[in-house]
Structures are given as structure tokens and as C-alpha cells.
């Protein structure tokens, strides 16, 4: 039988890190799409449809800018929520043009699915380690900044 070669050490802090959240990001991709099998929702549905659960009435707006989607992205989430009778949209009262949105019941049973979620997956890693959560937020937030600034030179 013949071995397959070794696989490369990735050197170096940056390319290691890398790799990483090339695969978290691989992971993440494939979760949401076994959860689109199993839960009716991929995983970004599944943060939206829990972001109107935890705000009734929110806009569209407020979901963009807590979530960092972008707000083209979430218009196409939220129609499709909608076309499948998960949210509901309402004109906001004091602005017309504004629209607030709110779970139906079949949203509200999505919103409290949690096994077999990205969110329950993240919610078993953070208490493996809850000394590092704060160290890691604070990573991911430098690095978003600096690829975010590279973007905009």
C-alpha cells in the first residue's frame, strides 16, 4: 500500500491563522446548508429570523448594521423569509416608507429550534472556553478592521 505524501506545516502565525478561518468559514457553509435541509432555514436566515426574535418590530436597517450584512444582502434574506411566511412586514407607523419586521408563528417555532444550529455549535465551543471568548472577539474584530481597510485604500 502506498502512503500518501505529508501534508505541509503551514509556517508561520499569519498563514496558520489563516488556514483556520478558511476553514471555519468552509464549516460555516456547509452547516448552513444541512440546516436549510433539516430546519428550513440556512444559517444567515437562521440570524435574521433570530434577531427579529430577540426585537420585535425591528428594521430592516437595525438588522443590517448589528448583523454587518450588508444591506443588499439582507434584502434578499428577508424576501425570502418572507415568501416563506417566516417574518412579517409592517409599515412602520411614524414612517411609511420604513418597514418593521415581526416572526409569524411558523418564524417564532424556527426562532426557538436550537439543536442542530450553527448558534448551538458556537454556544458548545464558547463554554469550552469562556477565558478566551473576549481574546478571540477582540482578534476578529482587529482583523475585520485591517481587511476592511485594506479594501478601502
Known amino acids: 500500500m502506498v502512503e500518501a505524501p505529508p501534508v505541509p506545516r503551514l509556517k508561520g502565525d499569519t498563514l496558520e491563522l489563516m488556514q483556520r478561518v478558511w476553514k471555519l468559514a468552509h464549516a460555516l457553509e456547509v452547516a448552513s446548508k444541512r440546516m436549510a435541509r433539516t430546519l428550513g432555514v440556512t444559517g444567515p436566515q437562521r440570524l435574521v429570523v433570530r434577531m427579529i426574535g430577540l426585537h420585535p418590530t425591528i428594521t430592516a436597517q437595525a438588522i443590517a448594521s448589528t448583523l454587518g450584512m450588508h444591506p443588499s444582502t439582507l434584502t434578499g434574506v428577508l424576501a425570502r423569509l418572507e415568501a416563506r411566511r417566516l417574518i412579517v412586514r409592517v409599515a412602520d407607523p411614524a414612517d411609511r416608507r420604513r418597514a418593521r419586521f415581526t416572526l409569524s408563528a411558523a418564524g417564532r417555532r424556527v426562532d426557538r429550534e436550537r439543536k442542530g444550529t450553527v448558534e448551538a455549535a458556537v454556544r458548545r465551543a464558547l463554554a469550552r472556553k469562556p477565558s478566551d471568548v473576549a481574546s ?18
Open 136 to 153: 478571540a472577539l477582540a482578534l476578529l474584530d482587529t482583523m475585520i478592521e485591517e481587511i476592511d481597510r485594506e479594501v478601502h485604500v
